[in-house]
Antibody, heavy 124, light 106 residues
Framework: EVQLVESGGGLVQPGRSLRLSCAAS????????MHWVRQAPGKGLEWVSV????????GYADSVKGRFTISRDNAKNSLYLQMNSLRAEDTALYYC?????????????????WGQGTLVTVSS | SYELTQPPSVSVSPGQTASITCSGD??????ACWYQQKPGQSPVLVIY???KRPSGIPERISGSNSGNTVTLTISGTQAMDEADYYC?????????FGGGTKLTVL
């Protein structure tokens, strides 16, 4: 059974940093691109970032470019999101999501599995 | 930046057919997918590559793509189909979601 379990969320002051993690199991992690998607309270889905299966291709939404860094450790079946210079508008539930296609194009994903999300609240 | 436009809400009577649209520039030249999200739950992929169903998704849920619009169709709508639905595509190395449509089964 595929499982994605996010952690690392919490309450943080504006301008501070936070690192999210996503532990994956039930599939061959290093065969798939992985993404972060967020959802502000009561709002829609917003794509945040992608990392290809071999970390060779990385992309970010304009709203987080230069502040967030995605990474993965295939030996640990884990995905990460380092979030710096956090703003109030980054407050959201952050999901990690798996692409449906093995070795797929990281920029044409279909997310067949999602975690339960970890809540990040940026407030003073 | 690329945008996908969905109606904020759609209402349907039980047993009837619900159609949710998603429009974007030259969307017909891309693949789109759809997610269902119920309150307090993570999104679930219900349609990918315009019209394919993942395993476990009932045949009464279908998708199509024509021109600048993709459409999610739910036939024989049931109370369990009440949820938010999001379309998703990509453009210029960016993944884009529609704003979401709340489907109400009256």
């Amino acid at each position: 059974e595929v499982q994605l379990v996010e952690s690392g969320g919490g309450l943080v002051q504006p301008g501070r940093s936070l690192r999210l993690s996503c532990a994956a199991s039930g599939f061959t992690f290093d065969d798939y691109a992985m993404h972060w998607v967020r959802q502000a309270p009561g709002k829609g889905l917003e794509w945040v970032s992608v990392i290809s299966w071999n970390s060779g291709s990385i992309g970010y939404a304009d709203s987080v470019k230069g502040r967030f860094t995605i990474s993965r450790d295939n030996a640990k079946n884990s995905l990460y999101l380092q979030m710096n210079s956090l703003r109030a508008e980054d407050t959201a539930l952050y999901y990690c999501a798996k692409d449906i296609t093995r070795y797929g194009d990281p920029y044409t994903p279909n997310f067949d599995y999602w975690g339960q999300g970890t809540l990040v609240t940026v407030s003073s | 930046s690329y945008e996908l436009t969905q109606p904020p809400s759609v209402s349907v009577s039980p047993g009837q057919t619900a159609s949710i649209t998603c429009s974007g520039d030259k969307l017909g030249d891309k693949y789109a997918c759809w997610y269902q999200q119920k309150p307090g739950q993570s999104p679930v992929l219900v349609i990918y590559q315009d019209s394919k169903r993942p395993s476990g998704i009932p045949e009464r849920i279908s998708g199509s793509n024509s021109g600048n619009t993709v459409t999610l169709t739910i036939s024989g709508t049931q109370a369990m189909d009440e949820a938010d639905y999001y379309c998703q595509a990509w453009d210029s190395s960016t993944v884009v979601f529609g704003g979401g449509t709340k489907l109400t089964v009256l």
